[in-house]
């Protein structure tokens, strides 16, 4: 039933913003399990340091559990931030910013630029880069990719003690254009009933080519450049619905006339 011991460590005198104190302790018997820590008013809090950020005098109280579950007793010190000293923060903030999907998207969207200070000195500033051209501007601003393309999006924060975070890179894919057919189906009689289906999309690419021929009702899916058989001669309505990577469709319908059959000469 020993208490473990708090030996953290606190300031002798002013520190500036950023400044970071570790929580420590010592346990001779089953050792240190954690730490628990308040500062002022605010929520006890369990990490193994605390970040003080705001000038003027703030109440720190400490206090460490072992492995037995036995807490020692609460301390507290004075700890003064002074914001004529230098500012103590090291760590680079986090990106925040918006999640981009990794599929395609059919209408312009917009990104939010922000970070997270990570326990240190608040942002001045972030960062975003869109192919090759850079920008500035607050946490929290927020900018719209409105045209069709693959796009490389890049973000960045800086915090007041002028630590940068890594550029962090996703990748934003539009296209708002629907793809085209591009079949080159007879507008008159022809002898011959196999067709070759084909389409094209500038951006996404074209995912499929669905069909339908009537009469008949029969349906099938080919790729691009794909071949269809007539089931016999006559006239058939042959519907295709083009389909781009983006989910996008186009939907076209011709009519074609088949006749494979040589005529008869009956000439007497």
Do not use: C
């Not at 619905?241 to 996008?248: F, I, P, S, T």
Request: glycine residues 10%; without cysteine; charged residues 20%.
């Amino acid at each position: 039933m020993v208490k473990p011991t708090d030996t953290t460590a606190y300031p002798a005198g002013p520190v500036g913003r950023g400044h970071k104190i570790s929580i420590t302790g010592t346990d001779a018997d089953s050792g240190v399990a954690g730490v628990e820590w308040q500062l002022d008013d605010g929520p006890i809090k369990t990490t193994t340091s605390a970040t003080l950020i705001d000038n003027g005098p703030h109440l720190l109280r400490t206090r460490v559990r072992d492995v037995a579950g036995n807490w020692s007793e609460w301390r507290s010190g004075t700890v003064t931030v002074d914001g004529s000293l230098p500012v103590e923060d090291d760590e680079p903030p986090i990106d925040t910013s918006t999640t981009l999907p990794s599929g395609w998207l059919t209408k312009p969207f917009t990104v939010t630029v922000k970070a997270d200070p990570d326990g240190g000195t608040d942002i001045d500033y972030v960062e975003w880069r869109i192919n090759d051209e850079i920008y500035h501007g607050d946490s929290g601003d927020t900018f719209t990719v409105s045209t069709d393309g693959v796009h490389e999006i890049e973000t960045r924060a800086t915090d007041l003690a002028g630590n940068t975070s890594s550029w962090r890179t996703q990748t934003l894919k539009i296209d708002q254009t629907p793809p085209q057919d591009t079949s080159d189906l007879p507008s008159d009689w022809a002898n011959t009933r196999t067709f070759t289906l084909s389409a094209t999309d500038a951006t996404s690419g074209v995912d499929r080519i669905d069909y339908t021929i009537n009469p008949g009702n029969i349906t099938g899916s080919v790729a691009s450049g794909g071949t269809i058989t007539l089931p016999s001669d006559g006239t058939f309505t042959i519907t295709r619905r083009v389909y781009d990577q983006a989910g996008q469709r186009t939907t076209v319908a011709s009519t074609v006339k088949v006749d494979t059959v040589d005529p008869v000469n009956t000439s007497d």
